[in-house]
């Protein structure tokens, strides 16, 4: 007998004015951009034939980015010891949705993440500089 999975259906969609973003406790509000993911190594098992028999699961990597305004990137520079992004240790938390507005509010909590590399980069024709940062974190828990 098959099982039957019941979902409730929420059509909320948010716009980037709907985030907040927390690195290590600290609001983040020159962001322009924050991006993250989870991968999984699979590997296709075959045994006698030309199709797969299984797909065995290994490890998962987790990286992503954030870019921001300059402005934003000196004051993480200076909030870190000896002045190096690069040695910082810290949590990453996402907030979607507008609780003024009743949204369900859903949290992603990028765990145990560290810059990569700082990208500084502005061109002639662009008003201002944005900095790109890349992450590496340990795990990512969502809550709704």
Same mark, same amino acid.
């Given at each position: 007998?098959?099982? =039957?999975?019941?979902? =409730?259906?929420?059509?909320?969609?948010?716009?980037?004015?709907? *985030? =907040?973003?927390?690195?290590? /406790?600290?609001? *983040? =509000?020159?962001?322009?951009?924050?991006?993250?993911?989870?991968?999984?190594?699979?590997?296709?098992?075959?045994?006698?034939?030309? @199709?797969?028999?299984?797909?065995?699961?290994?490890?998962?990597?987790?990286?992503?980015?954030?870019? +921001? +305004?300059?402005?934003?990137? %000196?004051?993480?520079?200076?909030?870190?010891? @000896?002045?190096?992004?690069?040695? +910082?240790?810290?949590?990453?938390?996402?907030?979607?949705? @507008?609780?003024?507005? /009743?949204?369900?509010?859903?949290?992603?909590?990028?765990?145990?993440? %560290?810059?990569?590399?700082?990208?500084? !980069? +502005?061109?002639?024709?662009?008003?201002?500089?944005?900095? !790109?940062?890349?992450?590496?974190?340990? @795990?990512?828990?969502?809550?709704?």
């Amino acid at each position: 007998m098959a099982q =039957t999975i019941q979902q =409730t259906f929420d059509s909320t969609e948010y716009t980037f004015a709907d *985030i =907040t973003v927390r690195v290590g /406790g600290v609001d *983040i =509000t020159k962001i322009q951009k924050v991006a993250y993911k989870v991968s999984q190594k699979k590997d296709a098992i075959y045994g006698k034939g030309v @199709n797969p028999i299984a797909v065995q699961r290994g490890q998962k990597t987790y990286d992503g980015s954030i870019d +921001l +305004l300059q402005s934003e990137f %000196e004051s993480l520079i200076s909030m870190s010891p @000896n002045h190096d992004l690069l040695s +910082l240790h810290f949590d990453i938390t996402v907030t979607y949705g @507008n609780a003024e507005r /009743g949204d369900t509010l859903i949290t992603d909590v990028l765990q145990g993440c %560290e810059f990569t590399e700082a990208q500084h !980069s +502005l061109g002639n024709d662009e008003t201002y500089m944005k900095v !790109s940062l890349p992450i590496v974190f340990l @795990n990512l828990i969502s809550m709704k």
